[in-house]
T-cell receptor, first 111, second 113 residues
Framework: KQEVTQIPAALSVPEGENLVLNCSFT??????LQWFRQDPGKGLTSLLL?????REQTSGRLNASLDKSSGRSTLYIAASQPGDSATYLC??????????FGKGTHLIIQP | EAQVTQNPRYLITVTGKKLTVTCSQN?????MSWYRQDPGLGLRQIYY???????DKGDVPEGYKVSRKEKRNFPLILESPSPNQTSLYFC????????????FGSGTRLTVV
């Protein structure tokens, strides 16, 4: 059974810092990996989608990498801002049966 | 606008009173899923569907039913809700197995008293 782990569970940093969120998964036979952002009590906003054949994807200040063979992905956030405060979720797609989620990293950016 | 629409957004009900949470997508997506989100447990899949009339159980299907009679709709049915089904529910859809990610609805916060 696929298991997804996110480290750290929580992170608080001053504004302006670059930071890395980690995601690991136990079964490397995945189709893709998706990073989401969730604000308190709100829905999930897709940030980046990485296909199994790709090594990384970039969108603005966000960069996600994927090392499928070792079962790892990282989300890099450059020049963090208070508006980046949210919970970040990593999810892998193993097949037709949808996504398996990690429990998320709760990020606070201090002004 | 391409989206996944869930209704209602908030619902308070009593134990045993049947309810349906609707989910509709306007993107002609093949794949649809239901998840519940609970503190400390994260997001867990309830049911999923690969196409019309094709549904299957996820990790936590007990107490739930679904149907997929049309491609765009994937309702979640609680025949006899219980307090342990109090949760935040999300519907999601995806165009294909490869090349596309999932789009999520805004969520339904259900309280069963």
């Amino acid at each position: 059974k696929q298991e997804v782990t996110q480290i750290p569970a929580a992170l608080s940093v001053p504004e302006g810092e670059n930071l890395v969120l980690n995601c690991s998964f136990t079964d490397s036979a995945i189709y893709n990996l998706q990073w989401f952002r969730q604000d308190p009590g709100k829905g999930l906003t897709s940030l980046l989608l990485i296909q199994s054949s790709q090594r990384e994807q970039t969108s603005g200040r966000l960069n996600a990498s994927l090392d499928k063979s070792s079962g790892r992905s990282t989300l890099y956030i450059a020049a963090s801002q208070p508006g980046d405060s949210a919970t970040y979720l990593c999810a892998v797609r193993r097949g037709a049966d949808g996504l398996t989620f990690g429990k998320g990293t709760h990020l606070i950016i201090q002004p | 606008e391409a989206q996944v629409t869930q209704n209602p957004r908030y619902l308070i009900t009593v134990t045993g009173k049947k309810l349906t949470v609707t989910c509709s997508q306007n993107m002609n997506h093949e794949y649809m899923s239901w998840y519940r989100q609970d503190p400390g447990l994260g997001l867990r899949q309830i049911y999923y569907s690969m196409n019309v009339e094709v549904t299957d159980k996820g990790d936590v299907p007990e107490g739930y039913k679904v149907s997929r009679k049309e491609k765009r709709n994937f309702p979640l049915i609680l025949e006899s809700p219980s307090p342990n089904q109090t949760s935040l529910y999300f519907c999601a859809s995806s165009l294909s197995l490869e090349g596309h990610g999932y789009t999520f609805g805004s969520g339904t916060r259900l309280t069963v008293v």
